[in-house]
C-alpha cells in the first residue's frame, strides 16, 4: 500500500444518516479524527484505507470526525468495535498499539480526548457490555495535531502499519465470533 505524501480525507469516507443499523452483528472499525487537526485525522485517513480491503461482510468500516452520541445509532448491536485513532500514549511518533477497553480502571480511560465524548461515555450512552461486544482500540501516537492539513511524515509512514494492525484484529475478533 502506498500512502499519499499529503493524503486528505475523502468525505465519502465519513459517517451519515443512513448507515443506522448497518452495524448489526459486525465488527465495526470506526476510524476518528479531525483532518483539519494535522495528525489527528489519521483515523479517518486509515479507515479510508481498510475500506480498500477486502474484509468479508462480517465487517464494517466507518468514520467520524466526531465521538459524540450520534455514533450510538451505528453502533448499538455491533458484535465488536475497534476505535482507531490517533491517541497521545508516550511512546514514540509513529508507534502503533493496541488497547482493550474492558473498565474505567484502564490506563487508556485516564487520557485526554480531542473528542465530545470519552470512549467510556459512548459505551455507557449505548448500554454495550464489555463481554459480550468487545471494545478495542487501535491507537497511533501522533507527532503534531496543531490546526493544518495533513499527516505529518512521521504519521503517513505509520498509516500502513496502522492498517495492518485494525485488518488483522477485525479478522481475529470474526473468527472468534464464528467459535474459530
Known amino acids: 500500500m502506498r500512502v499519499p505524501d499529503s493524503p486528505t480525507v475523502d468525505e465519502g469516507d465519513l459517517l451519515d444518516d443512513t448507515q443506522f443499523d448497518a452495524a448489526d452483528g459486525k465488527v465495526v ?65 509513529g508507534t502503533v498499539s493496541r488497547f482493550s477497553l474492558t473498565s474505567r480502571r484502564t490506563p487508556i480511560a485516564g487520557l485526554p480526548s480531542l473528542h465530545e465524548l470519552q470512549l467510556h461515555d459512548l459505551v455507557d450512552l449505548a448500554g454495550l457490555d464489555a463481554v459480550s461486544c468487545p471494545l478495542a482500540i487501535v491507537a497511533v501516537e501522533p507527532k503534531d495535531c496543531a490546526i493544518g492539513e495533513g499527516l505529518t511524515k512521521e504519521l503517513i509512514a505509520a498509516v500502513p502499519n496502522a492498517v495492518d494492525e485494525a485488518a488483522k484484529l477485525a479478522k481475529d475478533l470474526v473468527r472468534k465470533r464464528q467459535g474459530q
Open 29 to 93: 472499525l470506526l476510524g476518528l479524527g479531525n483532518p483539519y487537526m494535522k495528525d489527528d485525522g489519521a483515523g479517518i485517513l486509515i479507515a479510508g484505507e481498510l475500506k480498500k480491503r477486502d474484509l468479508g461482510q462480517g465487517v464494517l468500516v466507518l468514520a467520524s470526525r466526531f465521538l459524540d452520541a450520534s455514533l450510538i445509532w451505528q453502533v448499538r448491536n455491533a458484535a465488536a468495535i475497534v476505535i482507531i485513532d490517533a491517541l497521545r500514549s508516550g511512546a514514540p511518533v
